[in-house]
């Protein structure tokens, strides 16, 4: 169903708690529970609620987050989206079939200070009400839509308060990626269970290892570039270049705009790891984009180098990321991305044949080799 959420929100009307059957709240959760089957459309949906502001999509990422948990096999409880001292006020309370519990607090960012004290009281309120059997069968969850990663702010403040054992913090990107996992690789409900239990306060870390090591690797060439000279090379003529995608992460040194900023505009580089997909195949000539994981591609350039192992000051974490290629024609437009949603996602080759609406992240979480006209379609080209 290619209706975006801003239509739908106009036709089920503003969100507020006013109880009854065809309120506007019960008609967007019945819609999303009778409508929203695929992973792919949650994302999409999401990441709409991320870029765009106000309470009415700050209360729709709640209800898709507690949408989430359903794809993840929990039974969920939308909570209301103001708090009333008659009622317990969490965004979302998740039963396990196994006799776990998660109560669910929605950020649409950190960037303001969140009390722990407010997520806690929740959990006691439910273990007061024998709704929970105790602390042992729980966990708070935060789920963040856009974690900053300079501020941190709400996991030192865990650590601090001795709460690890208690509250998690995971992002929306990271909850849908566990998501498309159990969807496409028979990932079970008590796995899910497995990873956020065990893990440290936040879970971003892990999902992350484990979505790399599940998408699959970029399409080779047929006569992969091994033995090349490193350095500047002649550029290849239009019949043989070559088209990428790379993906790039916000992470605790930054965002991945800043990252696009300094590497791509100022130092005129990028930067590969040892097993980045296509690391061994890029040449000189061809041409690579770069993804800003849930908001779009926001630069694109030349590549005019093959990849040399080198340490430059201005790489983050290098030691992952030793292999340095030069650019040029670099173009940047990290205030006007280009979406990949449905509508978008229907006109590229890579998407031929295939629902729009299923889960489409693997075609932006790791490099990839696309067709030149995809390239042209997300570059504007």
């Known amino acids: 169903m290619d209706i975006t959420l801003s239509e739908i929100l106009e ?82 309370y998740w039963i396990s079939p196994n006799g776990f519990h998660i109560v669910v607090e929605t950020k649409t960012t950190e960037v303001y200070a969140i009390k722990t004290a407010t997520l806690l009281g929740y959990v006691n309120d439910l273990i007061d009400d024998e709704r929970i059997p105790g602390w042992e069968n729980a966990l708070g969850l935060y789920v963040v839509g856009r974690p900053d990663p300079e501020l941190k702010q709400l996991e030192n403040a865990i650590i601090a308060q001795n709460w690890s054992d208690k509250l998690r913090i995971i992002s929306v990107e990271s909850l849908l990626s566990l998501a498309e996992m159990m969807n496409e690789y028979d990932m079970s409900h008590a796995d899910v269970l497995a990873v956020i239990r065990p893990s440290g306060p936040t879970i971003d870390p892990i999902i992350d290892l484990m ?28 019949i043989d270049t070559s088209y990428w995608l790379t993906p790039v992460r916000s992470d605790d040194e930054g965002t991945a705009e800043d990252n696009i900023s300094t590497l791509v505009q100022t130092e005129h580089i990028y930067a590969f790891g040892e097993r980045t997909p296509g690391r061994r195949h890029i040449k000189p000539g061809d041409w690579i984009c770069f993804y800003a994981t849930t908001k779009g591609v926001v630069a694109h350039a030349r590549i005019v180098s093959a990849p040399r192992k080198e340490s430059r000051p201005s790489v983050r974490h290098a030691d992952r990321y030793p292999w340095i290629f030069d650019l040029k024609e670099e173009s940047l437009y990290l205030d006007n991305p280009i979406i990949i949603d449905a509508a978008l996602r229907a006109t590229l080759d890579a998407f031929k044949g295939k629902d729009s609406n299923k889960n489409w992240a693997w075609y932006v979480q790791a490099t990839n080799k696309i067709s030149k006209h995809d390239f042209n379609v997300l570059t504007r080209k």
């Open 211 to 238: 979505a790399r090591l599940v998408v699959p690797p970029a399409e080779s060439p047929e006569t992969p570039p091994d033995n090349k000279p490193e350095g500047h090379q002649p550029l290849t003529t239009e």
């Open 11 to 92: 036709l089920v009307g503003s969100l507020d708690d006013t109880s009854g059957e065809n309120t506007a709240r019960e008609r967007f959760r019945r819609f999303l529970a009778e409508n929203v089957q695929e992973v792919g459309q949650l994302r999409d949906y999401i990441s709409e609620c991320l870029r765009i502001a106000g309470t009415q999509y700050n209360r729709a990422l709640q209800d898709l987050v507690n949408h989430i948990g359903r794809f993840l096999g929990f039974g969920v409880t939308f909570g209301r989206y103001q708090g009333v001292s008659s009622e317990i006020g969490f965004d979302g």
